[in-house]
């Protein structure tokens, strides 16, 4: 499982270099294969392990295409998905388009989320994450069952 955010800076040709504690876990995984697409919700990317991926295809696949919302997400996260792969040095290049959708410059945080990974622009990053805090801090903003999770 992927944990943590980890800062990280965006080189002038818009690759990224892996932090080493991931790369072994991706290279059994997935042999170092990775697929960026947009994330549909967030302004920021997701980034996933060819073996992830592979599963959320096929529940993508699996959608009724008559429904014109599964049509658009599959168009979304399929249209916009690009292989990648980490290089020796364990980087890999961000595409410009998918840069500029996330906004990512110089600074990006990439962000563990379990099975996957979101790269975020580090000021948008930052900012959510004061806010989501400062959210779930307000009495009652939190359910009982989440809450439990972590009490």
Known sequence: MFRGANAINLDAKGRLAMPSRYRDELDS??????????????????????????LIEAK??????????????????????????LDGSGRFLVPPRLRDYAKLDKRVMLVGQLNKFQLWDEDAWNAL????????????????????LIL
Not at 63 to 76: D, G, H, K, S
Not at 137 to 145: I, K, W
């Open 29 to 54: 995984r997935s042999a170092g294969q990775l697929i960026v697409t947009i994330d549909a919700v967030d302004p920021c990317l997701c980034l996933y392990p060819l073996s992830e991926w592979e």
């Open 60 to 85: 993508l696949r699996d959608l009724a295409t008559f429904r014109e919302e599964n049509r658009r997400l599959q168009r979304l996260l399929i249209g916009n998905a690009v292989d990648l792969e």
């Open 129 to 148: 994450a004061e806010a989501d805090l400062a959210a779930i801090q307000q009495p009652g903003a939190m359910p009982d069952e989440l809450r439990d």
